[in-house]
Each structure stands twice: as C-alpha cells, then as structure tokens.
C-alpha cells in the first residue's frame, strides 16, 4: 500500500490544477487517473480568460509554454450573442482592441488537445506521483484519512486528505459527499464538430445563440483550429424532460430550419457522431467538503448555470483546494470544520459569479426580457463594459 499526504483523483483540469498548485507550494501529492492520456472529454472547448488568471497564478510561465507548446488553439478575442428576435450584438473581451497589440484573453482548443498538454505540465514535476489507467471503485474511511483502491486491490492508497475531482459522475461525490442530482440545478447538452461552417467572426468571437425553443438555453458555436467548428446545445434537465427534448434531433433540426444558420451549414459536414453529456451545475449552495476530503470542479456541481463553463471554476477550485491542503498539512488537521474554509473560500471567490449566472439564467426564461437585455447592450456602453468584466473574470485577479 502506498501512503501520501495528499491524493487527487480525477487528472482534468481541476485535479491538474490542484497538483500544480501544490507542486508550487513544495508539497508532494499523488494524481490518479482512469483515463490514459491523451483521451478525448466531451466540451465545449473554450478557455475564459479565467483559466488564463488560474493558471499564470499557479506558474506565472505557463501561459507562455502553453501557447509556444501547441498550435492546437485559436485566440478569442470576444462573444457574440444573437437574441430570441434575431438582435445580434459582439462584446469584445477589450474595448478598441487590437489584436496586434493586447494580450490574448480566450482561447479555443479541443478537451484531447488541451487535456494532454496539461497532464504533460505535470509530468514535468518530480513531485507530482501521476498514475494513469487506474480506475478508483473504493472509498473507505479510516480513523486519519482515506484509503483509496481499484476494483481488483492491485492499487491501494492511503491518504490524508483526498482531493476529488474526477468529474460530473463522481461517485464519491453522491454516496459518500451527499451531492445528489437536481433536475432544477443540472443541464444537459450535446456536441457535436463540424467543419466548413460560414460566416465566423474574423477575430474568432465565439458565438451564443438564444433562440426561442432554447431558452433559457442556448445553441453555441465556437471555432477551431483547421476550420473545424465546435457546435452543441445547453439546457437545463428539468426542461429537457418537461419538453420531452431530443437534443440531438433538435440541434439538427435548429441548424437546418433556422435562416440564418441553414445558410451557414449548407456546405458543412459534420466530424463524427453528435456526443451528449450531464453538467451540475452550481445554481445552488452545496457542501463541498468534509473529514479529510474536498471536491472540486464538476464533481463538487461548480458549473455555471448560464453559460455552462466549467473548465475556469475546476481550476480555481483546484487552486484552492491546494492552498487549503497546505494550511491543513501545516497544521496537521483535517477535520470537517477546519476544511469548512474552503467552502467559504470557494463562495466568496466564485458565489457573485454564480449568482450573476443564475439571474441570467433566470432572465433567458422569458425571451421578452432577453431581447430587451441585448437591445440595452448595444445602447448602453457601461452596460457592456459590466458585462465584459463578469465574463473575462476580473473579480478574480485578488480572490
């Protein structure tokens, strides 16, 4: 049996992003993983300006190897939105931006791409112990910690404090967190790639499209690399199911029938099958931790409620989660109550952005409104600047 300090089980983003923290901060950690990199995650593929803040915290040179690693990206300079009426409005991510001159703000990569330069990121670090193809079936509590085991017993771990963050379908999350399904609070979506898709922003926007037989979700369109186009569909479950959605069919039939869209698709063809996939999302307050645990990303249902990003609040949670371990290892607890910080932490860092999300999400309900909100943007420069702020995350920069 191998024993550690600190163990993380899910190597996403979060998890990544909670053994680089703590490879920073000198304390050694194990990352167990069931995948073997490099392995494909169903995504909407964008990186918010938030993981850029994340990451340059974690590493201030990370941002600078990611974009001289690959060339699997493509920057995104700013969101186009299109109202349930047709009301197009472009929200760059910088006023008056040139894109010769500011400093990237968004990103465009695929989860296989962007997942496999990550965990190659911790593969640099001689403290970090990553172990891939190691499915994690067994959680039992001990008197000072967890111990970890696959199904057969050939990997067996004991650890302090476990760090959870191995997705949406955490097991630990439900039977041993608490953390059940909520139709109200959950969303569903489908994804699909295509490619020679027309009419793309020249300076990569990705697109948002609220139509009225979304609301209050949305179809997206975000470009790629190599002309590929990452097309899919958000809505939350509870309306899935009262609608009784076939999201698949109705992505097909919305890019199809729509005017607009149906000129834009009328020369693309699709990349492989249309993927469908479960998203928690983080519209209402949940405990996210206990005795010697913490979770993180999807797995502790910290996805936006209105966008359905998850990538920037796994990071900043794994980032977290680190600096709460090292303060628990310092002080050699790790009780319920003291880990209790982090559940504050992570509302205080992450809370308004959820709440903003939520009355939004609350607001696409009534397409009325949300063609009302679109028309004050392009009236209201403030409005956009507030708006710009909430999205790129620039509350975060102190959190």
Aim: proline content about 5%; hydrophobic content about 40%.
């Amino acid at each position: 049996m191998t024993k550690t300090e600190v163990c993380i089980v899910g190597a996403g983003p979060g998890g990544c992003a909670a053994a680089l923290k703590l490879s920073q901060l000198g304390i050694p950690c194990t990352l167990v993983d069931k995948a073997v990199f490099p392995r494909d995650k169903i995504c909407g593929d964008a990186l918010t300006n938030k993981v850029k803040l994340v990451m340059g915290r974690i590493d201030p040179g990370i941002m600078e190897r990611f974009e001289a690693a690959t060339e699997a990206f493509s920057t995104v300079w700013g969101a186009r939105f299109v109202s349930p009426n047709g009301q197009q409005i472009d929200l760059p991510f910088q006023p008056n931006y040139d894109i010769a001159q500011v400093p990237k703000q968004a990103y465009t990569i695929k989860r296989f791409d962007f997942d496999l330069w990550l965990t190659g990121e911790v593969k640099r670090r001689n403290n970090i112990f990553f172990n891939e193809g190691i499915s994690i079936e067994k959680y039992e509590r001990t008197s000072d910690g967890y111990l970890i085991a696959n199904t057969d017993g050939s990997f067996q771990l004991h650890c302090k404090l476990l760090i959870v963050a191995n997705g949406a379908h955490s097991s630990f999350s439900r039977h041993h967190a608490g953390l059940q399904k909520d139709e109200k609070h959950h969303a569903a979506g489908v994804r699909a790639y295509f490619q020679n898709v027309s009419g793309l922003h020249p300076d990569g926007f990705i697109e948002f499209y609220f139509l009225k037989q979304l609301t209050p979700g949305y179809l997206w369109i975000f470009g790629l690399p190599n002309g590929q186009v990452n097309v899919g569909l958000f809505m939350r479950s509870d309306l899935v199911s009262k609608r009784r959605l076939n999201l698949n069919k109705l992505m097909q039939e919305i890019i199809t029938a729509d005017p607009k869209l149906r000129e834009r698709f009328q020369d693309a063809e699709q990349l492989g099958k249309t993927m469908g996939y479960a998203l928690p999302l983080g519209s209402k307050p949940r405990p996210l931790s206990g005795d010697h645990y913490l979770l993180v990303g999807d797995a502790a249902h910290l996805i936006d409620p209105f966008s359905g990003e998850g990538i920037g609040n796994a990071m900043y949670s794994g980032s977290i989660a680190a600096e709460q371990a090292a303060a628990c290892l310092a002080a050699n607890d790790f009780s319920g109550n003291t880990l209790l910080a982090y559940d504050r932490r992570i509302a205080r860092v992450l809370g308004k952005d959820m709440k903003m999300s939520l009355w939004l999400q609350r607001l696409a309900t009534k397409p009325w409104l949300l063609n009302f909100v679109v028309n004050s943007l392009s009236l209201s420069p403030w409005l956009v600047h507030r708006m710009i702020a909430w999205y790129n995350g620039i509350n975060k920069i102190n959190s």
